[in-house]
């Protein structure tokens, strides 16, 4: 759980360094665009809402897998690219590669790269992280043939949740059942009375968390 500890030590040093009132962004350019990220040119697609997961750029700290002192930057990420973009000269936009950032840390929002992608971390400690993934997906608004016109397909925004256990990822379908059968079938009674018991609910990020937590040492991964 080497990485897991190496998160929870930029946790610490995040919050020595964040100062949203003192953010040197020019001194970083250069390291910026030459080192960390790329340019690219954002797809045009049919949607009329924001395509970013903040309304506007935000102050941020970025760590680097190399070790480097954390660079101060204002990004913001976007949900259709999948990428933290960065405004550049002459109305260019870089994005972060995520295999130099290791993680983005805003005031109330962290996110990390694993495998290649950004995810939003939820929840993090010794054992396993609860991750995000935030996206806009295409689809078809429902019409009545014959009657309608066929819309255009657009997009919507999404997310799914995450379980990072020892280098293995898994989707988490936010229902009981679901839930239950992560775990070993013998503990399937006392568990279903735990989440009575404690409320548990499959929408609340911070009870799956307790859950998993609890009952960690009989998951099935």
Known sequence: MKKIFTLL????????????TNFDIDSNFNIIQNQITAEYTKRVINYAGNRYYFKKPQNA?????????????????NLLEQTFDIDAENSKTLKLLSNKVSRVS????????????FYELI?????????????????????????QEKPEPTYRRNNSLLLYVDNKMKKIERRKKF???????????????????????????????????????????
């Open 123 to 147: 929840t993090e400690n010794e054992n396993f992280l609860l991750l995000a993934d935030t996206f806009l997906e295409l689809y078809e608004p429902s019409y009545t043939a014959g009657i």
């Open 179 to 221: 839930l239950l059968s992560m775990f070993s079938k013998n503990m399937s009674k006392e568990i279903n009375s735990y989440m009575k018991k404690n409320k548990i609910s499959p929408g609340d990020n911070e009870d799956l968390s307790n859950l998993f937590l609890k009952f960690f040492d009989h998951l099935k991964f």
């Open 106 to 117: 805003f005031a109330e929002k962290n996110f990390i790269s694993l495998k290649g992608k």
């Open 9 to 20: 030590f930029c946790i610490g040093l995040f919050g020595q360094n964040f100062n949203t």
């Open 61 to 77: 700290l970025i760590f680097l897998f190399d070790g480097e002192k954390p660079i101060n930057v204002q990004t913001n990420y």
